[in-house]
């Protein structure tokens, strides 16, 4: 099931007069072969603050099939001057793409508060993560590293080297509305490939800026193509182009199970990033303000919408009261209101949809689970917070390692304090859900510490730290139901991007059969 949507006007008749009596709103165009162009539909979707749901950001094409498909054309005629490109010169335009990204990082940074909500502060961290990437990533054009290994045979060479996988289809959320498009974006280019990429209807407007960005630098036309659109209409449409020989896939857990499927369907490369359930364990000899900084961040930044949130703390019961009774008071003092005030620590959920799903969380918390709710729990309705979509900052205590909010994914700003007899028990606890993207222990004792970092089944791991904080250069990514084996970032993203090519040269004039000759004098 996709998450939910943020509210989009179409404009169809009934909508067109209202959006029309709008001139100011700009029109935005899909980016396929080098030119920005509508959708053939002539519909649009509007993208709207989540701070304050009468500011209209612009409008953005809902592409169809067909927009897709011209896309898929411009990447397939790009592709092989693309992949022929030499990667150290690739390289080159990516860097310069990294220069425009840091000169033009407030304005980003400021779009991206404004259609996605997060305060600024942390959009800034988003476009400087599109920005490590960047060059994190453009240097490996002049890596892109293959090797040499002795060949069975005399007089023959083997060596092995990586080559592009030809056209990937892109399709991102919206909590990072730059920095995951540019995950996928960057490595497929260095790696020679040509792409399509739909982001999330919520937050069209980063990748607008980051494909903008692309353009500037000199990126060839076709390389890059921009579809903006519906998960159910242009992205389908993308997981199911036969020409798109790679899907990469960020979002939930349901909405990458079926396009894992359609991928099944075509043997297509399928590489998913999906949802989790993190969780930061703190030990009796843990420092406990160390970790109460750490769930606060881990749990209310970005609301609550990171998928390496931390939306669970087990915690040991000879500090659990401790604990919660400091978790609590800082989670109160906590500012909600629009992230584009300095002020603010909270900014809004993303959309009207995510306020009823976190909603029906926090009831089913209270009356189906019986935890405590020990702040927060409220939508906030007046004065700054009337037109859009906030919630305040909730704790629930006393909650049991199977109750429902213990385990789905409830993204926003909510998380569940869960007792624990000791760190097998707390380890137990930490692994007992369907998910495996982050976890993280505070403690002072070494030998805690590794024993959970051994015994913690997740693809990324902390020692007194929150569970977010990734860094570009090593892989990220989860077990179970977050990811299907792949990884990232680092340089194992290039693991995604490409596909190994063994290379034999035989120099020796004759026919050598592997397997079958002998090698004179070894028997
Ligand atoms: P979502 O699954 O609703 O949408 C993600 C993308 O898929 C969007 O672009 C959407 O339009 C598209 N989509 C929807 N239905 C589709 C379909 N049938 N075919 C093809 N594409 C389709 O997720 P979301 O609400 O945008 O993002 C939130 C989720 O993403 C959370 O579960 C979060 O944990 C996860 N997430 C995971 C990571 C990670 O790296 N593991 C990072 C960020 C977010």
Not at 21 to 39: A, E
Not at 176 to 185: E, Q, V
Not at 381 to 399: L, Y
Request: hydrophobic share 35%.
């Amino acid at each position: 099931m996709a998450q939910a949507k943020k509210s989009l006007a179409k404009t169809t008749s009934k909508t067109q007069s209202r959006t029309a009596s709008r001139p100011s709103v700009k029109n935005y165009q899909n980016y396929i072969g080098g030119k920005w162009v509508p959708s053939e539909s002539g519909e649009v979707s509007e993208n709207i603050n989540p701070a304050d749901t009468q500011d209209i950001i612009g409008r953005f094409p809902l592409s169809t099939p067909q927009d897709v498909n011209k896309a898929v054309n411009a990447a397939r005629e790009a592709y092989d001057g693309w992949r022929n490109m030499p990667a150290p010169k690739r390289a080159e335009i990516l860097f310069r793409l990294g220069e425009i990204l840091i000169r033009d990082k407030e304005t980003f940074t400021a779009d991206m508060t404004r259609e996605m909500g997060k305060v600024l502060k942390e959009a800034g961290g988003d476009v400087q993560e599109a920005i490590d990437c960047t060059y994190y990533t453009a240097g490996e054009g002049r890596r892109l590293h293959g090797f040499t290994t002795p060949a069975e045979m005399p007089d023959k060479f083997a060596m092995c080297v990586r080559q592009p996988v030809g056209l990937c289809g892109l399709i991102t959320p919206w909590n990072f509305p730059m920095a995951i498009p540019s995950w996928k974006l960057i490595p497929a280019l260095v790696c020679g490939n040509t792409v399509v990429l739909k982001p999330a209807e919520d937050t069209p407007l980063s990748s607008y800026n980051l494909v903008h960005a692309c353009e500037e630098a000199g990126i060839p036309p076709g390389v890059v193509n921009l579809v903006t659109g519906e998960g159910e209409s242009a992205g389908a449409a993308i997981t199911n182009h036969t020409a798109l020989r790679l899907i990469s896939f960020t979002g939930s857990t349901e909405t990458g199970r079926t396009v894992a499927s359609s991928c099944a369907e075509r043997n297509a490369i399928c590489s998913l990033e999906m949802g989790g359930k993190n969780v930061i364990i703190v030990m009796d000899d843990g420092d406990i303000d160390l970790a109460i900084e750490g769930a606060i961040w881990g749990a209310f930044g970005t609301s609550g919408q990171r998928c390496t949130a931390s939306s669970r703390l087990v915690v040991h019961k000879k500090v659990y009261k401790q604990f919660s009774k400091k978790l609590v008071e800082r989670a109160k003092a906590l500012r909600v209101g629009n992230g584009a005030d300095p002020k603010t620590d909270v900014g809004p959920v993303i959309n009207a949809d995510a306020v009823k799903k976190i909603m029906s969380y926090i009831d089913i918390g209270q009356k189906e689970d019986g935890a405590t709710l020990a702040c927060g729990g409220r939508r906030l309705t007046r004065g700054d917070h009337a037109r859009g979509h906030f919630i305040e900052p909730t704790v629930f205590t006393d909650v049991a390692p199977d109750m429902r909010i213990a385990q789905e994914e409830i993204f926003g700003p909510v998380t569940a304090v869960i007792p624990a007899k000791s760190l097998d028990d707390a380890i137990e606890i930490a692994n007992g859900v369907r998910y495996g993207l982050s976890a993280a222990i505070y403690t002072s004792d070494v030998n805690q510490a590794f024993r959970a970092m051994n015994d913690m089944y997740t693809g990324i791991f902390y020692v007194n730290a929150s569970t977010i904080g990734a860094e570009v250069h090593l892989p990220f990514g989860g077990t179970k139901a977050t990811g299907n084996g792949h990884r990232e970032a680092g340089t194992q993203v290039l693991d995604i991007f490409s596909e190994w090519k063994s290379i034999y040269v035989d120099y020796s004039g004759k026919l050598q059969r592997a397997q079958i000759d002998m090698v004179e004098g070894l028997g």
